[in-house]
């Protein structure tokens, strides 16, 4: 079955820090990959996506990931973090495409705590 | 454009009783999903409805159910409550074809005591 996992639980970074999650799933066919965050009392939204193409993608407030094929990897990467970015970020992977809109593998999820 | 919304937001039910739960999905979008939060198992895919007809399904038992409307509204329905049902259900809706673009409400918090 269908897997996907995150390295950290909890990261806590002052501001300014870089910051670096991981993601890694388990699918030998193709996938599309996702980064989800939810803000403090607020619902789950869409931070990037990658379907195809080139494997950086940029997303919103600053956010990119990499996708690499070969390590089956698509860490999610900012490089100056800020207090706002206090959140819980979630890696998800569709697979079967248009056909399976609405399914998501999610992985456990990383609290993230920016320290001002 | 008003959001996705849940309906009702939080409740409590003993086991052995059974629940529905209730979502309107964005304006023009017709695909809605069903997710179940738990801190323990995270996010787990439930069951996804499109044009009133269910599309994909979790590994969840068959006391899970659900149905979508004409207006692709949709309800969701745990019969025979067990504790391990407390939880987080969460909606979300897309535009079908949209793969993985979707658009969550706050959820339902279930309860089970």
């Known amino acids: 079955a269908q897997s996907v996992s995150q390295h950290n639980h909890h990261v806590i970074l002052s501001e300014a820090a870089s910051l670096e999650l991981g993601c890694n799933y388990s699918y030998g066919g193709t996938v599309n990959l996702f980064w989800y965050v939810q803000y403090p009392g607020q619902h789950l939204q869409l931070l990037l996506k990658?379907?195809?193409?080139?494997?950086l993608v940029k997303g919103i407030k600053g956010f990119e990931a990499e996708f690499i094929k070969s390590k089956f990897s698509f860490n999610l990467r900012k490089p100056s973090v800020q207090w706002s970015d206090t959140a819980e970020y979630f890696c998800a992977v569709n697979v079967g495409g248009s056909s399976n809109t609405g399914k998501l593998i999610f992985g456990q999820g990383t609290t993230l705590q920016v320290k001002p | 454009k008003a959001g996705v919304t849940q309906t009702p937001r939080y409740l409590i039910k003993t086991r052995g009783q059974q629940v529905t739960l209730s979502c309107s999905p964005i304006?023009?979008?017709?695909?809605v999903s069903w997710y179940q939060q738990t801190p323990g198992q995270g996010l787990q895919f439930l069951f996804e409805?499109?044009?009133?007809?269910?599309?994909n399904k979790g590994n969840f038992p068959g006391r899970f159910s659900g149905r979508q409307f004409s207006n692709s509204r949709s309800e969701m329905n745990v019969s025979t409550l067990e504790l391990g049902d407390s939880a987080l259900y969460l909606c979300?809706?897309?535009?079908?074809?949209?793969?993985?673009?979707?658009?969550f409400g706050e959820g339902s918090r279930l309860t089970v005591l």
């Open positions: 990658y379907f195809s193409g080139d494997p």
């Open positions: 409805y499109f044009s009133e007809t269910q599309r």
């Open positions: 979300a809706s897309s535009l079908w074809g949209e793969t993985g673009e979707l658009f």
């Open positions: 304006s023009g979008h017709r695909s």
